[in-house]
């Protein structure tokens, strides 16, 4: 369990990591940026997001899976990333105008912030009387 929680926090840490380079990605593209070409601009992305699904699967095994267990909130959790990839593509890569792009890279955030909820919803039970049933599952 004590691994678990280190697996859950290296998670948690890693999807703030991962939100915050998005907003700030979708501000430069939005902006026209050149910083967008820089190099570990193109690279960091990857690497903050490796390390949020491989503490993903690690913390979904040792909590879950390895005991048999599929609870539905890991699977609203992988379609919601899912979503979010499509979302985030459209933004930052194939949108064919401002417009389109913006409006992926606002969903894209709006599921990101949904997907992180059901974590949370789950990792703190007792915000589950503030949090509304969508992401509880109540
Ligand atoms: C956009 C993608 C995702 C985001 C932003 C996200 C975010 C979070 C957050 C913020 C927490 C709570 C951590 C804490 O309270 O310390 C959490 C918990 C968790 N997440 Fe994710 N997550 C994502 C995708 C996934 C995926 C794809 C899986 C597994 C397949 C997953 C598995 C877990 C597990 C197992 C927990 C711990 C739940 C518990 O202890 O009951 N997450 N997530």
């Given at each position: 369990m004590?691994?678990?929680?280190l ?6 840490l890693?999807a703030?990591?991962s939100l915050a380079g998005f907003?700030?990605?979708g501000?430069w ?6 910083m967008?070409k820089k190099?570990?601009?193109k690279?960091t992305?990857?690497?903050v997001?490796t390390?949020l699904?491989?503490s ?6 040792l909590?879950?899976w390895?005991?048999?267990v ?9 379609v ?5 990839i499509g979302?985030?593509?459209m ?19 709006l599921?990101f912030l949904y997907v992180a909820?059901v974590?949370v ?10 949090l509304p ?6």
């Amino acid at each position: 369990m004590a691994n678990a929680s280190l697996w859950i926090h290296l998670h948690a840490l890693a999807a703030v990591l991962s939100l915050a380079g998005f907003i700030v990605r979708g501000i430069w593209m939005l902006s026209g940026s050149s910083m967008l070409k820089k190099k570990w601009v193109k690279i960091t992305p990857h690497v903050v997001d490796t390390v949020l699904l491989v503490s993903a699967l690690v913390a979904a095994w040792l909590l879950f899976w390895g005991n048999g267990v599929h609870p539905q909130f890991l699977t609203v959790k992988i379609v919601g990333l899912i979503v979010y990839i499509g979302l985030g593509l459209m933004a930052m890569r194939f949108g064919k105008t401002r417009g389109v792009r913006a409006s992926a890279w606002v969903l894209a955030i709006l599921v990101f912030l949904y997907v992180a909820a059901v974590g949370v919803a789950n990792t703190h039970p007792q915000l589950q009387d503030v949090l509304p049933a969508m992401v509880t599952g109540v």
